[in-house]
């Protein structure tokens, strides 16, 4: 979730020399995660969300056999989003992982394109946007029970909606939701979705609170650690609920500080808690 900035009237400063080489170096070295907030950024206008994020849990639901010791997981994510025009966005994300399972290597990559039907920004009265995603997650990584992919090639068609309340030249209070329906180049389909709802304090203090939740409607109703092959063929559940805080930084963007705990766990990991540190930088080219 970038939670990129709101459009304005006004033309946005644009990105300095170094600025740019900055992001064309953090690109070099990655090349989200996806966005799913029903509002989008200036026109032309690039957000970079770079992420990491630490997991650690005990215990997976429905395992077998269980867990013996603590599984960590450290992920860095790369997303990037550019919107071409006021209705379309689009978004990648990259990510690499080092877990208990498995070494530090590539995990994970997609795309996204997604459509603005409504905008409250310039008077509607609610944003709403759809869109579509694809991910490719190579074999090895499926075999770690802690990548949440469920196959080598994942599709997705979502939907986002949401609401601002405004305080003068900005927002104050925004509530949105989020739904998704996908399906693998193999097994069963799933549905996630997550409500959020944000505070804004000047433009530069920013709260967050929120659910996500996770359903995919496989068979297997047990996991075998020993032999996992992704999460295609499971009937696996989850809710998380979260808290963000973020401090934009002038025009250097936004730095943000996360924690999220799953409270919810069927044949998947549970009683996850999980420690995000991202830093989200705006520019233009």
């Excluded at 990129?4 to 020399?17: I, K, L, M, S």
């Excluded at 986002?160 to 030249?169: P, Q, Y």
């Excluded at 709802?197 to 496989?218: F, I, P, R, S, V």
């Amino acid at each position: 979730m970038h939670g990129g900035a709101r459009r304005r009237t006004v033309a946005q400063p644009r990105g300095n020399r170094l600025r740019k080489y900055c992001f064309f170096l953090l690109f070099a070295i990655s090349a989200s995660a996806l966005e799913v907030q029903p509002w989008f950024g200036d026109v032309y206008e690039f957000h970079l969300l770079s992420s990491y994020s630490y997991s650690r849990f005990t215990k997976v639901q429905g395992g077998r056999p269980q867990l013996t010791s603590p599984f960590n997981v450290n992920l860095m994510y790369f997303g990037l989003d550019f919107s071409p025009s006021p209705e379309w966005a689009i978004d990648t994300d990259l990510q690499f992982a080092d877990t208990t399972q498995q070494n530090f290597n590539f995990r994970t990559a997609a795309l996204q394109a997604r459509y603005l039907w409504l905008d409250d920004i310039i008077g509607d009265k609610l944003s709403l946007s759809t869109g579509v995603n694809a991910r490719f997650t190579p074999t090895y990584a499926l075999h770690d029970i802690s990548c949440p992919s469920r196959a080598n090639l994942d599709f997705e068609a979502n939907f986002s909606i949401g609401k601002e309340f405004e305080a003068s030249d900005s927002w104050l209070v925004r509530l949105w939701g989020f739904g998704a329906v996908g399906q693998g180049n193999r097994g069963s389909p799933w549905v996630r979705g997550s409500i959020a709802l944000e505070t804004n304090c000047d433009d530069q203090h920013k709260l967050a609170l929120y659910a996500y939740g996770d359903n995919g409607y496989g068979r297997h109703t047990h996991v075998y650690i020993d032999h996992f092959d992704g999460y295609a063929k499971v009937r696996c559940k989850s809710i998380d609920v979260g808290f963000r805080y973020g401090y934009r930084v002038g025009v250097w963007g936004t730095i943000r500080a996360e924690y999220a705990r799953r409270v919810l766990a069927k044949a998947y990991p549970a009683q996850v808690n999980t420690f995000i540190l991202s830093y989200l930088l705006p520019f233009s080219l």
